[in-house]
């Protein structure tokens, strides 16, 4: 099955304010990062661009932003070639770029900083009434006078309000196309949709909006058209609603949904972890074994308790009845070190924030469970400790510039390997993946589910709570469904479909559904 190819319209039905891109090429030392694209970003409409890492989305924005030049190819707004030397060209054209990580001042408040470089001034001044009236009706015209006090300083900036400042900026500035890269990768999901919602309006007001994410469900709920990269071409451009999730990850990456699923069972009778009637403040009469070399899957909708419930395995929040076993013998656990002293790994769904140390380098964020291995009279063999970190991160292919390298500067999916090539060092009889998949891009995810199978090959028992049912389906040799922290079902993978897997789910709901159902039609009969 072939990409589809890309589809444009007529130039004579191209719209006013359309920015056109045509046949742009970028190359650097060794890699092709574009190759021929040709693009048209219509105003009034929001337009995903997505691909795996390297697929060439990022060099494309910055091309676009000004950072980079092309080599070949040209950049156009109503037939008006543009020339763009620098970030500052691209301003002034009305295009706007707003990375990950938004610029701001730290030292000067929310006015100065979405005025930056334009501030009114009085007598050499800055004239902060003239400033202050601005930027409040500014943000009173788009409903962020709550969300963003003015009085706030740079450095007290969350992720969403330095991305509010940042597209303050592009409006003040008459913007006609703006592009966010990766906007909702920090944002709670109020934000998202505070950010959704002024996206739409932009869209409205007739911005052209480039999308980019790796976030499918975003795309398909928010954008109406989708452009996909793979390899530094552009593969295709379709509507949105014409593709399902499916058909953009088999464009990304060039091949079937059903070849990425590919699980070798090496499934033991050996029980590595078992739980028998575990209560928690979060859960009650809980459960399940892991067998070595078996992949369980933990599903369940938001709130079923299933990350509760790694946590109290692993020792970071208190159980309050109940046993738990590794290889057939009760142990206690009150602490993630008595947890990894028993065998018991774990990567949590907050990578960031709990299971990296962003500051530090990838050797330390490696090594950091096994110092108490390689210590001997209070001091790390320095020699040792490189060379197992070296080795883990050359099995699971990490891409990194050296072992010294912050751990923070890396993408998502080679933080997650991190987190992996950690485990394996310290090499456990049961590995906890908490959302294992989350925020990183689909081929570094085809690279995680690689991982997965051949660890549970290797004979580990594996623990894998995820929320997206393909990969829960795909990569789990058994799954247990979660509700309101207690277990509603196991299935196996034989019997596993989407629509079992809800049902359990969703089980009191049903429940207390039925009952409504059963005691309205008892009324009904009754009248």
């Keep these: 099955m072939s990409d589809a190819a890309p589809i444009f319209l007529k130039e004579t039905e191209i719209p006013q304010g359309t920015l056109k891109i045509r046949n742009v090429s970028k190359a650097f030392p060794n890699v092709q990062a574009l190759d021929n694209v040709s693009l048209d970003v219509r105003p009034g409409e929001i337009l995903a661009f997505i691909g795996e890492n390297g697929a060439g989305k990022s060099t494309l924005l910055k091309i676009i932003n000004g950072d980079y030049q092309a080599d070949a190819g040209s950049i156009s707004i109503d037939d008006k070639p543009l020339k763009f030397s620098n970030p500052k060209d691209a301003h002034e054209a009305g295009v706007r770029v707003i990375y990950q990580e938004p610029e701001i001042i730290p030292g000067v408040d929310v006015a100065e900083n979405i005025w930056v470089g334009e501030l009114p001034k009085r007598f050499g001044f800055i004239d902060r009434r003239q400033l ?23 450095n007290e ?4 309000q330095a991305q509010i400042v940042e597209i303050m900026r592009a409006l003040k500035s008459g913007v006609r196309v703006l592009a966010l890269d990766e906007p909702t990768s ?19 007001e007739g911005v052209a909006i480039i999308y980019v994410s790796h976030r499918l469900q975003e795309i398909m ?3 109406e058209r989708v452009a996909i990269l793979r390899d530094g071409k552009l593969r295709t451009v379709q509507p949105t609603k014409e593709l399902s999730e499916s058909e953009m990850i088999r464009i990304m990456v060039g091949r079937n949904l059903s070849d990425i699923f590919h699980r070798n069972p090496a499934v033991t009778d050996k029980k590595v972890l078992e739980v028998e009637d575990l209560h928690s403040n979060w859960h009650q009469g809980i459960n399940f074994h892991i067998n070595a070399g078996e992949v369980v899957g933990f599903s369940g909708l938001v709130g079923a308790g299933r ?3 790694a946590k109290v395995i692993f020792g970071d929040m208190p159980k309050t009845k109940g046993k738990i076993l590794i290889e057939g013998e009760e142990v206690s656990i009150n602490s993630p070190d008595q947890a990894i002293d028993k065998g018991i790994g ?11 140390i962003l500051i530090r380098s990838v050797l330390e964020n490696t ?23 070296k080795d883990y991160v050359e099995k699971l292919n990490v891409i ?6 912050l751990v923070g500067k890396l993408s998502g999916g080679n933080q997650q390997k991190v987190v992996l090539a950690r485990w394996l060092a310290a090499r456990p009889k049961v590995l906890i993946l908490d959302e294992p998949t989350r925020g990183i891009d689909v081929g570094a995810k085809v690279e995680i589910y690689r991982l997965i199978d051949e660890l549970a090959n290797e004979g580990l028992g594996i623990m894998l709570i995820n929320s997206e049912l393909p990969e829960v389906l795909g990569l789990s040799d058994r799954i247990y469904v979660m509700q309101n922290g207690r277990i509603t079902g196991e299935v196996s993978k034989e019997d596993a479909t989407e629509d079992t897997i809800l049902e359990l789910a969703m089980a009191d709901d049903l429940s207390n559904l039925s009952e409504k159902t059963n005691h309205s039609n008892h009324l009904n009969h009754d009248h």
């Design 186 to 204: 920090s944002l709670t999901d109020d934000e998202v949709n505070r950010l959704f919602t002024l996206i739409r309006r932009l869209r409205d």
């Design 400 to 405: 990194t510039p050296s072992l010294e390298q």
């Design 307 to 309: 990350s509760e419930l």
């Design 221 to 223: 709920g928010l954008c």
């Design 346 to 356: 774990f990567a949590p769904e907050d990578r960031k924030n709990e299971g990296l």
């Design 367 to 389: 090594s950091i469970a096994i110092l108490k291995k390689i210590t001997n009279f209070h001091f790390v063999q320095s020699r040792k400790e490189r060379s197992i970190a």
């Design 132 to 154: 202050n009236e601005q930027v409040r009706s500014s943000l009173n015209e788009y409903g962020f006078e709550k969300v963003l006090p003015m009085g706030l300083m740079g």
């Design 157 to 160: 900036l969350s992720t969403a």
